[in-house]
C-alpha cells in the first residue's frame, strides 16, 4: 500500500497528515528520503522512518471522545503548552479528527483510524456536526432562516443547513461544511459576534460518558465496540 496510507494505519496522523510529512522530507524509505509513489509491503517490512525515529506497527484501530476546553489548540506542537498534543495519551497513538478553534469547545474525535478520519473529513461524504452557538444580542427568526440557507462572506458562500433557536441569542446549527471558523464567520457576517461555541455531536456520537452523562470537559473515553462500529457504518466503510 502507498507509505502514507500505512503511515495513517500505524497511527501517524490522518493520511493527508502523513502525505504532508511525506512532502517535507520527513519521511525515509529503504534508506533514502520517500516520496508519495513508494509502496510498503507488510508481508515484507521495509525500514521507515519519521523524523529519523522507527515507526511503530499498527494499533488495533480505536476512536475516542474528548471534551476539548477552550485555549486548547488542537494542532500537535510539542512546543506550545497549551496544545492537545500534551494531553493525549501515551497508546494508543490517536491524533483528532479535523479541529476545533482554540476559542471552541466540545466534542472532538480522536483515532488512529486513517480510512475512517479520511470519510469523516473528507468533504465529498458531507457527514453532519452539531453545534450549540451562543451570540451577543437576541436575534429574530429571520437570522435563523439566513443562517439556514447559507451565508456568503469573502469569497464563500456556506451550503444550506440546519439551525434553529433554542433562546432569545441561542441557537443549534447543524453543518456538513467544515470550513475555518465556518460559524463565527457566518454570525459575523449578519452582524452577530459569537460568546459562545460548543460541538455536541458528529455523526450520532454525542459528548456523553458511558453511563449516557455528558462527559465531563477536558476528559476523553474511548468509544464502546458497539458505538465504534455504528461510526464505521454510519460513515460507510
Not at 458562500?157 to 453543518?175: G, H, S, W
Not at 459528548?207 to 477536558?218: F, S, T, V, W, Y
Amino acid at each position: 500500500m502507498r507509505l502514507a496510507h500505512y503511515l495513517a494505519q500505524c497511527g501517524v496522523g490522518s493520511r493527508r497528515q502523513c502525505q504532508r510529512l511525506i512532502t517535507e522530507g520527513r519521511v525515509s524509505f529503504q534508506g533514502r528520503i520517500a516520496n508519495h509513489t513508494d509502496r510498503y509491503t507488510q508481508s515484507c517490512p521495509q525500514e521507515l522512518l519519521v523524523d529519523n525515529q522507527p515507526i511503530p506497527c499498527p494499533e488495533p484501530k480505536t476512536c475516542w471522545l474528548f471534551h476539548k476546553p477552550v485555549g486548547v489548540d488542537c494542532r500537535l506542537q510539542a512546543h506550545d503548552p497549551s496544545s492537545l498534543f500534551h494531553r493525549l495519551p501515551d497508546s494508543p497513538r490517536l491524533y483528532p479528527v479535523g479541529r476545533l478553534d482554540k476559542d471552541s469547545r466540545g466534542l472532538l474525535l480522536l483515532t488512529n483510524h486513517g480510512d475512517l478520519t479520511q470519510r469523516l473529513m473528507h468533504p465529498d461524504f458531507g457527514h453532519t456536526k452539531t453545534y450549540h452557538v451562543t451570540v451577543d444580542r437576541p436575534f429574530d427568526q429571520t437570522f435563523t432562516q439566513m443562517m439556514s440557507a447559507g451565508v456568503s462572506y469573502g469569497e464563500v458562500t456556506t451550503l444550506p443547513c440546519e439551525c434553529r433557536a433554542l433562546d432569545q441569542n441561542r441557537f443549534e446549527i447543524i453543518l456538513t461544511q467544515g470550513l475555518n471558523r465556518q460559524i463565527r464567520r457566518m454570525c459575523k457576517a449578519l452582524g452577530y459576534r459569537v460568546i459562545d461555541l460548543k460541538r455536541i455531536e458528529i455523526m450520532g456520537q454525542r459528548l456523553m460518558d458511558a453511563q449516557g452523562i455528558e462527559l465531563e470537559e477536558g476528559k476523553m473515553r474511548p468509544l464502546t465496540d458497539s458505538e465504534l462500529t455504528a461510526l464505521i457504518l454510519a460513515v460507510g466503510l
